[in-house]
């Protein structure tokens, strides 16, 4: 098999977005060859998930859904099944296609009563699966004609504001046709171009109700252009991203990142622009300038610093995945649960904390602390669980542990909140703990 041809559009994709992707939560399968005449060409690997996550958002107006940790009432589980194929078919044409089972074993309504991911539709009145869901997640075909690679069919996207998301049971997938051009690769500089119809982006939020996924819908109720120019040397990366949903929006994220004194320094400018004045007669453009700074200390320890600024009014479009929904964005102030529609929400300024360190083969522990000023034109007060009014802060303090245990990813994590997740006017505490494991084959 011809692995360039099939990887080309992720690696491409990554290396562009690499400058803000901090972390990924979820690791795909490790391919390898099959034998026989027929699948000579063929890699295929696999992952089994298993994914817990308990939630308590202080006096909630949910009653006991949020009121106690570990309570079924608060809990949510799946099991995740992904079998991936991918193969070179000759004449520079390749294939890849990704199966995906969504299940609980019998844990609904006993140890949990909520689900992470259900394909759309699927649950019943109690939020549980109704039975085995399978899906394709990814089914596509790649062609070069010299250093061009085309890209068609249900896929994986890392763009900033168009991307999957890794961080719950199953990966999100776009239905896309994607152009890679590298003509000008001597230069430092590759093209792309997407065109993206469809997507089974989640439906929820991570930090609670079960996400729909697998049942592909149009991208955002309509469709999307993206075309982007990425380039990168030894001392300089940039990467400038320009997006058009029609009669919609038009959007765009530029970055650029660059090391000075041992530490990679990276800035940021993302907005969207309304077709259509709100509403409201406000103003319809929603802006982001913001910067990050990553210092290795030493082998071991690595620390993290960012602030980001967002204008625009409630009505306006937040800095986030329009992908799925909005509720996660690549903005590097965003935390676990102080996501896109907190650190992406307009007329607000963030920071986020963060140091990581590395215990060798016992894995890593990470510490972050995100901090969340919003204006009184905020749209985080448009979000569930939000004030009914602007003008308060939030904070966000989170615990998290990865290890590599053999085959098996291993994640644990703990977030504490103040004012994130909101009921009322009131100053509210929550917390969030999650525990996923990821056996890759």
């Known amino acids: 098999m011809k692995s360039l041809k099939l990887s080309l559009v992720a690696a491409t994709l990554t290396l562009g977005t690499s400058v803000y992707a901090e972390d990924k939560a979820a690791v795909g399968p490790s391919l390898v060859p099959t034998h026989g005449t027929f699948f000579d060409n063929m890699k295929v690997g696999g992952q ?7 939630f308590f958002k202080g006096d909630a107006k949910d009653g006991e859904a949020f009121s106690e940790r570990f309570n079924k009432h608060s809990s949510f589980a799946n099991v995740g099944f992904s079998l991936k194929f991918e193969s070179d078919l000759g004449n520079d044409f390749g294939f890849g296609a990704r199966l995906n089972v969504l299940d609980t074993l019998g844990l609904e309504g006993t140890l949990v009563n909520h689900t992470m991911q259900h394909i759309g539709g699927s649950q019943d009145n109690d939020g549980a699966l109704n ?93 999307a252009y993206a075309a982007a120019a990425l380039y990168g040397n030894d001392t300089l990366k940039a990467n400038a991203w320009f997006y ?77 995945n329009i992908g799925t929904g909005g509720f996660k964005t690549k903005l590097p102030t ?35 602390a995100g901090f969340y000023m919003h204006g009184e034109n905020s749209s985080v007060q448009t979000g569930s669980f939000k004030r009914t009014e602007g003008d308060y802060t939030a904070t966000a303090v989170e615990l998290m542990y990865k290890r590599k245990i053999a085959s098996i990813d291993l994640f644990v994590a703990w977030s504490f909140n103040d004012n994130v997740l909101q009921a009322s006017n009131e100053d509210e505490t929550g917390d969030l703990f999650r525990i996923v494991g990821r056996y890759n084959f």
């Not at 089994?48 to 308990?54: F, G, N, S, V």
């Not at 765009?252 to 259509?276: C, H, P, R």
């Not at 649960?337 to 920071?351: E, H, I, K, L, P």
Request: hydrophobic share 35%.
């Open 131 to 223: 039975d085995e869901e399978m899906y394709f997640g990814e089914a596509y075909v790649t062609k070069t004609f010299g250093n061009t690679l085309f890209k068609l069919g249900r896929q994986e996207l890392d763009t900033p504001l168009a991307y999957t998301e890794k961080w719950n049971v199953m990966p999100t997938t776009f239905d896309a046709a994607v152009v890679v051009n590298s003509d000008l690769a001597t230069q430092g500089v590759t093209l792309v171009g997407a065109y993206v119809s469809k997507t089974n982006g989640h439906g929820g939020k991570p930090t609670g109700y079960g996400a729909p996924l697998g049942e592909f819908q149009l991208f955002g109720k309509y469709r």
């Open 48 to 54: 089994t998930t298993l994914y817990y996550q308990t």
């Open 334 to 368: 965003a935390t676990i649960t102080g996501d896109g529609d907190v650190a992406g929400a307009t007329d607000t300024t963030s920071f986020k904390a963060k140091a990581s360190y590395s215990l060798g083969e016992n894995g890593s522990i990470i510490g972050q």
């Open 244 to 320: 058009n949903v029609p009669a919609i929006a038009n959007a765009y994220w530029i970055d650029a990142s660059t090391n000075v004194a041992g530490a990679k320094l990276t800035a940021i400018s993302a907005g969207f622009m309304l077709d259509n004045e709100p509403a409201d007669g406000s103003d319809k453009n929603t802006i982001a300038i913001g910067g990050s700074a990553n210092y290795k200390v030493n082998e071991n320890l690595t620390l993290f610093g960012a602030a980001v600024h967002t204008t625009g009014e409630k009505s306006s479009h937040t800095v986030s």
